[in-house]
């Protein structure tokens, strides 16, 4: 299932590219735009109840709360999302882009020598570059994904 989030969801739209799902974002798209989306058959999440009726029930879904967390939960639990581990951390939480496995010895200038020095698994976006590594905050995201869906 792929997602497009409106403007005033982008910490939504951070949680679920960290669960690994497609979800598009930018706090700067037209309603024209947004809606758009849902003809390449994206699930649109918005907290905007006007713009409900002018697709298709399937391609919407209401965000009532403002908690990005519980907002989360009521996606999982209203689309009977099954978010897998193997899917976790594999996308920019950024851009969105796939992140691509890299040889250590390739992002020796890219990263800050301590990071360099302690870590020797790294992985780059391909789409803006940016580069993710195994450090504490995504020990944070994993636990704060457990203890919120059960996985
Ligand atoms: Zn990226």
Not at 57 to 68: C, M, S, V
Not at 117 to 142: E, M, N, Q
Request: net charge positive.
């Amino acid at each position: 299932m792929k997602f497009s989030a409106d403007r005033m969801l982008g910490r939504l739209a951070r949680w679920l590219r960290l669960l690994g799902y497609d979800t598009l974002y930018s706090n700067a798209l037209a309603n024209d735009k947004f809606l758009a989306m849902a003809d390449e058959g994206r699930v649109l999440l918005s907290r905007n109840t006007s713009l409900a009726g002018k697709v298709k029930p399937d391609n919407f879904l209401f965000i009532k709360d403002n908690d990005p967390k519980v907002q989360l939960r009521q996606v999982v639990d209203l689309l009977g999302l099954r978010p897998d581990p193997d899917n976790f951390f594999t996308r920019c939480t950024l851009c969105n882009g796939p992140l691509e496995t890299v040889q250590r010895e390739d992002v020796c200038e890219s990263v800050p020598d301590y990071v360099w020095t302690v870590h020797d698994r790294f992985s780059r976006c391909r789409d803006c570059g940016k580069i993710y590594w195994p450090g504490s905050h995504l020990a944070r995201s994993r636990k704060e994904i457990r203890s919120l869906l059960g996985v």
